[in-house]
């Protein structure tokens, strides 16, 4: 990291205040930012890359005065030379991502000023707010399948991305795993320690759907209040807006008054162990497959309740209502559906910058999943990006998703990192973080992923997918006993989720379980008929028992498919590995490089392939990854 970042406090003109307010945590505008750099809106969590963060020490350190942009620049990037619209760029930036932007005041042709009220925060520990846990709302027979998802999912999202949040908002991969597998409101409010739960349920009459949400409260069960609201069949857009609303109404009013616990007082960390805490050791039935969903933030592109969408408006926001669902089942058909929701979504409003983004997601996600080739996501991904006016301020979820491609596809790793590096201030999501942990794996920093993939269960104890990842980093640094470890205690958690039967077949079949390795194979076969990756770990489970003829059966048929489609191929050389064809293993391995398979730079370290090592063939693949790196060492000296 470039130290130069730091903003000095010597700068002529400037107050010499700022190494003093550094060492003390400071409040601004709603903002609390430590003296570790932690910026805080309430007690939500916002990563700003280092320059930006810079910036606004610099700013901060000399609040109500004007910083030119000469000095912002010598404090931001030192003597290192950069074009003329850097400062305002980074202050652009800075500028959309603390919200509201008239905090900073630009004055014309002599610099920017920080308006906002300065001062330090004497407390040393912020204020504990109230724990709340909001799961999907029951729908009930005539109500779209997707409704109850999705006004659980944006009141999430409102209420964390409020600017003076009366909640801490609990991660909603967790609670909606919890909910899929059967868990009660009250139940998952005790396994996540949360203070409240909101429930609710969605009802269909005649001229209307009857929406009626109670909070309870965890410790005893309590229904503190209950609310009603009526929505009509054609405009529900903004029925999450009012139930927000009027939750923030009971909150103001002294509802979250007490309801903090003492030991969370004292312990706010207790309840965010990366595993199932030792009270709550639970074992979980799933219905037939959990489902993962990203938190979407809806309401930004919907219009609010007392303003009119156009006809052509409403339908594209109903289109994506229903491509935001439809995608996040990860089943083939139904991924394909919410793709023609969505892109006809954004054609119809190009303003719903959220059906874009979900575009991005849902894009990259079949590519991972095999179920697109990658020339095709990376076409989609990029016109996408392209489409957006103000790219990447007004889209900049997308940054990630754009990474991925930049290093799988491109294999511009360069790009890649200035993507990741604009958006490492985005907090923990399902998909944004799947694809950093995914790009640290595929550049072998194992450590790396296993400490990323840690600190977002900290936050979302009970996600199926961050579990299961951090027992495949396990795999790949070769912590053997780790990952089977892990995979053991996913299995008691989420035994039914099909991260589960993926990995941890993989896993147990490399370290000697094939028996069971091959049961969830099939299991994973059976539910997913049309997923090729189940089809290879389950030949590779077999391959690993001994049942040779059985394993190269289903290699045969991959092979055939592939004449007719796309079928991924990174995974498939360790399953002629298990067969002892290494020059098998070597051609697809040169087929998944080719098909730019997106698998295919992390493969190259997995532990099955061990018995390629030392192969001419096999150290030239892997000299592909040592050029990419050996590319941002080269560009890093000529900015030096």
């Known amino acids: ?20 307010r550094r060492e003390q945590s400071i409040r601004f505008a709603g903002f609390r930012l430590d003296a570790d750099g ?24 000399n609040a109500g005065q004007i ?42 042709k002599r610099g920017y000023r920080l308006l906002a009220k300065v001062r330090p925060l004497d407390a040393p520990q912020a204020e504990v707010l109230p724990r709340l846990a909001i799961p999907p709302f029951a729908t009930g027979i005539g109500v779209p399948e997707h409704l109850g998802t999705v006004i659980a999912e944006e009141s999430i999202a409102r ?27 009250q139940k998952i409010g005790e396994a996540l320690r949360a203070d409240l739960v909101l429930a609710g349920t969605v009802r269909a009459f005649p001229a209307h759907f009857r929406l009626r949400a109670e909070m309870i409260r965890v410790s005893d069960g309590v229904q503190i209040w209950v609310e009603d609201l009526l929505m009509d069949r054609t405009r529900i857009a903004g029925s999450e807006v009012e139930l927000v609303r009027r939750l923030n109404f009971r909150l103001n009013t002294g509802l979250g008054a007490g309801l903090v616990s003492d030991a969370q007082k004292t312990d706010a960390a207790a309840s965010s162990t990366e595993d199932a805490p030792a009270t709550q050791e639970i074992e979980i039935h799933h219905t037939p497959l959990d489902r993962s969903a990203e938190k979407v933030s ?11 969408l156009s006809p052509l408006r409403r339908e594209a926001y109903e289109l994506f209502l229903r491509g935001h669902y439809e995608w996040q089942t990860l089943e083939r058909h139904r991924m394909q559906d919410g793709l023609q929701h969505l892109t006809r979504a954004a054609e119809l409003d190009p303003s719903l910058i959220a059906a874009k983004v979900d575009l991005v997601h849902l894009c990259v996600t079949q590519g991972i999943y095999g179920f697109m080739p990658p020339t095709v996501v990376a076409d989609l991904v990029q016109r996408t990006a392209d489409s957006v006016p103000g790219f990447p301020i ?12 930049n290093a799988h596809f491109d294999r511009d790793l360069p790009a890649a990192l200035s993507a990741f590096e604009l958006s490492a201030h985005l907090p923990h999501d399902p998909w944004i973080t799947r694809l950093r942990s995914m790009f640290a794996l595929s550049r072998h920093r194992f450590r790396e992923a296993i400490d990323l993939l840690r600190s977002a269960i900290e936050q979302d104890p009970y996600s199926p997918w961050l579990q299961n990842r951090l027992a495949w980093a396990c795999h790949l640094d070769g912590q053997a006993v780790e990952s089977v470890d892990r995979v053991e205690r996913i299995m008691r958690q989420s035994p039914r989720h099909e991260g589960t039967a993926l990995y941890g077949s993989m896993i147990l079949a490399f370290n000697g379980d094939a028996a069971r390795a091959v049961r969830l ?18 030949a590779y ?100």
């Open 521 to 538: 194979a099939e299991d994973l076969a059976q539910q997913e008929p049309y997923f090729d990756l189940a089809d290879v770990v389950h």
């Open 159 to 185: 209420l964390s991305n409020s600017a003076r949040p009366l909640v801490s908002m609990l991660a909603r991969d967790s609670i909606f795993n919890l909910a899929q597998c059967g868990m009660t409101a």
């Open 38 to 61: 932690s910026l805080f809106r309430g007690e939500a969590l916002l990563h700003l890359p280092p320059r930006e963060l810079a910036a606004l020490r610099l700013l901060l350190a």
């Open 298 to 308: 809806i309401s930004a592109s919907a219009a609010e309740p007392e303003m009119e």
């Open 1 to 20: 990291m470039d130290r130069k970042y730091h903003a000095s406090s010597g700068l002529p003109g400037l107050t010499p205040a700022s190494q003093e």
């Open 541 to 640: 489970a077999l391959a690993c028992a001994g049942r040779t003829a059985d394993a190269r059966a289903i290699l045969e048929r991959l092979q055939w498919l592939s004449r007719e489609r796309y079928v991924l191929r990174s995974f498939i050389p360790a399953v002629h590995v298990a067969l002892g064809d290494l020059d098998a293993a070597i051609a697809d391995l040169h087929a998944a490089n080719e098909l730019r398979c997106p698998w295919f730079l992390q493969t190259l370290a997995d532990p099955r392939l061990k018995p390629l090592h030392g192969h001419p063939e096999f150290e030239q693949l892997k000299s592909i990854l040592a050029g990419m790196e050996a590319q941002v060492q080269n560009n890093a000296s000529l900015q030096a």
């Open 67 to 108: 910083v030119t942009p000469l000095q912002l620049k010598q404090a931001l990037w030192g003597d290192v030379h950069v074009t003329g619209d850097s400062v305002p760029r980074c202050l652009s930036s800075l500028r959309a991502r603390l919200q509201p932007d008239d905090c900073i005041q630009t004055v014309y």
């Open 394 to 405: 007004q889209a900049e979820r997308m940054l990630p998703a754009l990474a991925w491609v």
